[in-house]
């Protein structure tokens, strides 16, 4: 059922959202850390690409008004947790644009919760989407960043599965009605174990 090529979808998997004394900590979110670092290291393992987003925000972002600051620039909670870090990720601000081939591991900053917010979401998709592949999304929060990831990848024509073992939500109540809709609307629902299985067959 995941046969065919790849791409990890790495949401926010960030320091104010992962660790409990992290500014804007997802409940439950220790919990999927194990599973997280075991899907960075398939996807380096088997040159899986990953689009992994970031929330980078200055204190007049709009997404502050909803929520507590986070993620703000330049500070130690805006970091990518050590489970999703990776040493060779091509970092592009909210403002920045990439040039030539896209890289094994690319991070798109954003000043708003749904990464469709940066300009050139769309396009970049489009030429991830150009061997069809399947986005592989996981992070948080279920009910705000993943979901408008899900939701615009699913709009632009993309197959989608959802790591659910890998995902936690900021109202963890929502989580349950989301994933019904979800696999409603074709999206597979799948576990770590799973993904990493297919990956290791299909290298
Ligand atoms: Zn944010």
């Known amino acids: 059922m ?6 990890f979808v790495d949401i926010d998997t ?3 959202f992962l660790e409990e004394s992290g500014a804007l900590y997802v409940p ?3 919990e999927i850390v194990a599973n997280l670092s075991r899907l960075t290291r398939l996807a380096v393992e088997q040159a ?3 689009v992994a987003t970031a ?3 200055t204190p007049d972002d709009a997404e502050l008004s909803r929520f507590p600051p986070h993620c703000m620039a ?3 909670g805006q970091r990518r947790a ?4 990776c040493s060779d990720s091509i970092v592009l601000g909210p403002d920045e644009r990439i040039e030539g081939p896209l890289p094994r591991h690319l991070t798109l900053q954003k000043r708003a919760f749904d990464v469709f917010s940066r300009p050139d979401a769309s396009e970049l998709v489009a030429r991830y989407n150009e061997e069809k592949p399947l986005f592989v999304v996981f992070g948080v929060a279920t009910d705000y960043c993943v979901k408008a990831a899900v939701e615009g990848l699913l709009a632009r024509g993309c197959r989608v599965a959802l790591v659910v073992d890998a ?3 900021i109202d963890p109540a929502a989580e349950a009605a989301l994933l019904d809709d979800w696999a409603r609307r074709g999206i597979l629902l799948v576990m770590t174990e799973i993904v990493c299985k297919a990956g290791e067959v299909s290298s």
């Not at 995941?2 to 791409?7: E, Y």
């Open 74 to 76: 330049g500070t130690e």
């Open 28 to 30: 439950g979110a220790r």
């Open 82 to 85: 050590e489970a999703t870090e």
């Open 48 to 50: 899986i690409p990953i």
């Open 14 to 16: 960030q320091r104010d």
């Open 2 to 7: 995941l046969a065919g090529p790849l791409v």
């Open 167 to 169: 995902v936690r939500a």
């Open 55 to 57: 929330c980078c925000h």
